[in-house]
């Protein structure tokens, strides 16, 4: 999970765009679809193997979206206690995400980044990360951002991929369509550091962009 922006729009709207990065010979994904659990209603792209997502919104008026990684390039373990993905759905179903973060036991869990976007008494934008042994939550600006994965960019990456996304700014009009657009093509001709990442063994294998327009909120998946 490798690369996400965030995009405010008026009257507290926004459009939230992944591209998911993930080894080629992972099990595919499935498409999305609405689920059911523990009478909550969750909109989410099922991981192929461990069942969870990495992206989802749910009837608690909430979007989660994970990143691989926390602040720094970690080495992986090769066994961990509990799928990422499937933090992402438990903190999608609690009622107060503030609560279920403190809550949540994360010891054994690989490190992670996820963005978090809350709409029930006011619209909050948080970062929340998880760095092996501490939780970080931060609220960010309703403003534009991009994250990129530790795993898979260093310092100096990730700061000429937040000048693609600056220009991209300067040159288009916050919508769908553009974001999308900018996933796909963004970048310098390097295909091991452009949005859309090819490193042969692994690469972008899907886009997923989710869309508030007031009540409205829907999913755009794109397997690539």
């Known amino acids: 999970m490798c690369t996400v922006t965030y995009l405010p729009l008026t009257n507290n709207n926004f459009i939230l765009t992944s591209s998911r990065d993930v080894p080629y010979a992972r099990?595919?994904?499935?498409?999305?679809?609405?689920?059911?659990?523990?009478?909550?209603?969750?909109?989410?792209?099922?991981?192929?193997?461990?069942?969870?997502?990495?992206?989802?919104?749910?009837?608690?008026?909430?979007?989660?979206?994970?990143?691989?990684?926390?602040?720094?390039?970690?080495?992986?373990?090769?066994?961990?206690?509990?799928?990422?993905?499937?933090?992402?759905?438990?903190?999608?179903?609690?009622?107060?995400?503030?609560?279920?973060?403190?809550?949540?036991?994360?010891?054994?869990?690989?490190?992670?980044?996820?963005?978090?976007?809350?709409?029930?008494?006011?619209?909050?934008?948080?970062?929340?990360?998880?760095?092996?042994?501490?939780?970080?939550?931060?609220?960010?600006?309703?403003?534009?951002?991009?994250?990129?994965?530790?795993?898979?960019?260093?310092?100096s990456i990730k700061k000429m991929r937040k000048e693609w996304f600056s220009d991209w700014q300067e040159k288009n009009t916050f919508d769908q369509k553009n974001i999308l657009e900018f996933h796909h093509t963004a970048g310098i001709g390097d295909s091991a550091i452009d949005i859309k990442m090819d490193r042969k063994v692994g690469g972008t294998v899907s886009i997923t962009s989710v869309i508030k327009e007031d009540k409205k909120v829907s999913m755009k998946y794109e397997s690539i």
């Open 27 to 155: 099990k595919e994904a499935t498409q999305p679809k609405i689920y059911t659990e523990n009478d909550v209603e969750l909109n989410y792209p099922k991981d192929g193997e461990a069942g969870g997502t990495w992206i989802g919104t749910s009837s608690k008026n909430r979007l989660i979206c994970l990143l691989n990684g926390g602040f720094y390039y970690h080495t992986s373990f090769s066994n961990y206690k509990q799928s990422r993905g499937i933090i992402v759905k438990e903190l999608l179903k609690v009622d107060d995400i503030r609560k279920g973060i403190k809550e949540i036991e994360l010891t054994g869990v690989e490190q992670f980044t996820m963005v978090i976007v809350d709409w029930n008494d006011e619209l909050e934008l948080l970062e929340f990360v998880w760095d092996g042994e501490k939780k970080h939550l931060k609220k960010m600006k309703h403003e534009s951002q991009i994250w990129s994965s530790s795993t898979l960019y260093d310092r």
